[in-house]
Nanobody
Framework: QVQLVESGGGSVQAGGSLRLSCAASEFPQRPYFMGWFRQIPGMEREGVAGISTGGGVTYYADSVKSRFTISRDNAKNTLYLQMNDLKPEDTAIYYC???????????????????WGQGTQVTVSS
């Protein structure tokens, strides 16, 4: 069972930055692709960014391209999301997720992922 714990959320003003982290329990001897999602209460979970097992392939939602950067440190079993130039519409609960395999053909779809963290709140004020 893979356990994921997010941290780094908080409140910032528009234009500010935050860095989210997701610490994963030690993975079994299988590859896992990972991703970040966000959700506003009452709305569907939205894919933000995804990354392949080795970190060489990344995917982004159009709404965050050029502002967010996903990365991972496999030696530390940690996933990151660097968020710059934050906007009020980025306000949401952010979740990290992991799925089995080198990569996903649908990296921004929640159904592609098997394991989920509990989420961390990000609030951006105007």
């Amino acid at each position: 069972q893979v356990q994921l714990v997010e941290s780094g959320g908080g409140s910032v003003q528009a234009g500010g930055s935050l860095r989210l982290s997701c610490a994963a329990s030690e993975f079994p001897q299988r590859p896992y692709f990972m991703g970040w999602f966000r959700q506003i209460p009452g709305m569907e979970r939205e894919g933000v960014a995804g990354i392949s097992t080795g970190g060489g392939v990344t995917y982004y939602a159009d709404s965050v391209k050029s502002r967010f950067t996903i990365s991972r440190d496999n030696a530390k079993n940690t996933l990151y999301l660097q968020m710059n130039d934050l906007k009020p519409e980025d306000t949401a609960i952010y979740y990290c997720a992991a799925g089995e395999g080198q990569y996903s053909t649908r990296p921004l779809q929640p159904s592609s992922y098997r394991y989920w963290g509990q989420g961390t709140q990000v609030t951006v004020s105007s």
